[in-house]
């Protein structure tokens, strides 16, 4: 039987007007930026224009009012909307708020839907998701925020919170709490949705990372926000998904904002590349072209080859999801390739630009400083080793070989 690795025609076209969409609309929109235009009217003409062109929540069905795009054309849009910090926020399909849109749109009630999914759905809100605790880190059971019943139909949760990205930018926030201690490890934590701002959940501050802050940062929602939670009442009719089911669902959330991650990191490390080529095809050292020199040559063979990796675990992961094939092994090993790959190729385009690309006057430093935080993000890479690894183990245990954990059985 054959393998086929051919894109659907209706896929490529929509590839290819999201393509066109970045590198006219978006990118020249964020030169109007760095010149000083308001970023909320940039957005707001980039939004209006997307949803006339039809240009609008790529992974939302058409019902709801997006493109009803499956996982394989969608991640190919999404490996376009990356080259620009414009493009997932001018069609609607940014992070944090598109995993907790298809939460929503999978666990909400009625009620929810209509109250709180659709206005993320017509781009008026922003929505934040608020898991990740200091006394915990990377193990999410280890939380200690609490959420107990008052008795008059409501929850009660206090705790705190560390690294609830763009919650300075959100009218919404999703909060994990304890509600059982006594239940299964995994059944103990729910999920509520508050509405911001709320006095009971208090902005402290964004936490200052290494990350290039620029004057848009916050408000586009690049802020990491540390939260205490005093008091926060929040009605029963808010609990999403019932009772014990916020970590089943979170870790559902996850692993999509893991495989967004690691398109838009295909997306900025193929720019990346451009602008490394556009360089050392311009350039001349000691009398020579630098694109005749072997060692640049071979820099930018392994950018290319590390891309061309990247793009083929995605397609076959968006082909295994259109499918519904158990897709978790392979999940974990892209997002740590991904995160790596867009490190390396980064990095390396700054070494072949030299000074320039140390300084800020193109976007590679800023990137760079970014997209540290991606071996971190949404589970440490030695968390995904180590459960990736373990699954090896597993598989050889059962089978005599490691070649079901190892891509041995890809389809």
């Not at 298809?102 to 998701?129: F, M, S, V, W």
């Not at 019932?242 to 559902?252: I, K, L, P, R």
Request: net charge negative.
């Amino acid at each position: 039987m054959a393998i086929d690795f051919t894109i659907p025609e209706e896929a490529k076209e929509v590839r290819a007007r999201v393509r066109k969409w970045v590198q006219e609309e978006c990118l020249p929109a964020e030169k109007e930026m760095d010149a000083g235009r308001p970023y909320k009217e940039v957005l707001a003409e980039l939004r209006k224009k997307a949803r006339a062109q039809g240009l609008w929540c790529p992974f939302i069905p058409e019902e709801h009012g997006g493109m009803g795009l499956g996982p394989l054309a969608n991640a190919l849009v999404q490996m376009e909307l990356g080259q620009s910090h414009l493009g997932a926020l001018s069609m609607n399909s940014q992070g944090p708020d598109d995993a907790t849109m298809l939460t929503l749109l999978a666990h909400g009630t009625d009620y929810q839907k209509e109250k709180y999914l659709k206005p993320l759905l017509n781009g008026e809100k922003r929505i934040c998701y608020s898991m990740t605790e200091k006394a915990a880190g990377a193990d999410a059971t280890g939380m200690q925020t609490r959420a107990q019943k008052d008795g008059k139909g409501n929850y009660v949760l206090n705790g705190e919170k560390w690294f609830s990205s763009a919650a300075t930018a959100a009218d919404i926030a999703v909060v994990m709490a304890k509600t059982n201690p006594d239940a299964p490890r995994h059944q103990q934590f729910s999920t509520f949705i508050v509405e911001l701002p709320n006095p009971g959940y208090n902005i402290i501050r964004d936490i200052p990372t290494m990350a290039v802050h620029g004057p848009h940062y916050e408000e586009m929602g690049g802020g990491h926000a540390e939260v205490k939670i005093e008091n926060l009442v929040v009605p029963e009719e808010n609990l999403l998904g019932g009772e014990g089911g916020g970590f089943s669902m979170g870790q559902h959330r996850l692993a999509y904002g893991r495989l967004r991650h690691g398109m838009h990191n295909v997306a900025m490390a193929q720019r990346a590349l451009d602008l490394a080529t556009e360089h050392v095809t311009s350039r001349e050292t000691f009398g020579q072209p630098l694109e005749d020199r072997q060692g640049v040559q071979f820099m930018l063979a392994e950018c290319a080859s590390q891309l061309y990796i990247a793009r083929l675990m995605l397609m076959h992961i968006a082909y295994k999801a259109e499918n519904g094939m158990d897709l978790r092994q392979e999940n974990g090993i892209a997002k740590v390739f991904l995160a790596n790959m867009v490190h390396k190729v980064v990095d390396t385009a700054i070494q072949l630009h030299g000074a320039l690309g140390y300084s800020l006057d193109t976007p590679l430093a800023a990137w760079y400083t970014h997209i540290r935080s991606q071996r971190l993000v949404d589970g440490p890479d030695e968390v995904h080793k180590w459960i990736t690894g373990k699954n090896v183990i597993r598989a050889y245990k059962k089978d005599g070989t490691t070649a079901a954990a190892a891509g041995g059985d890809l389809l």
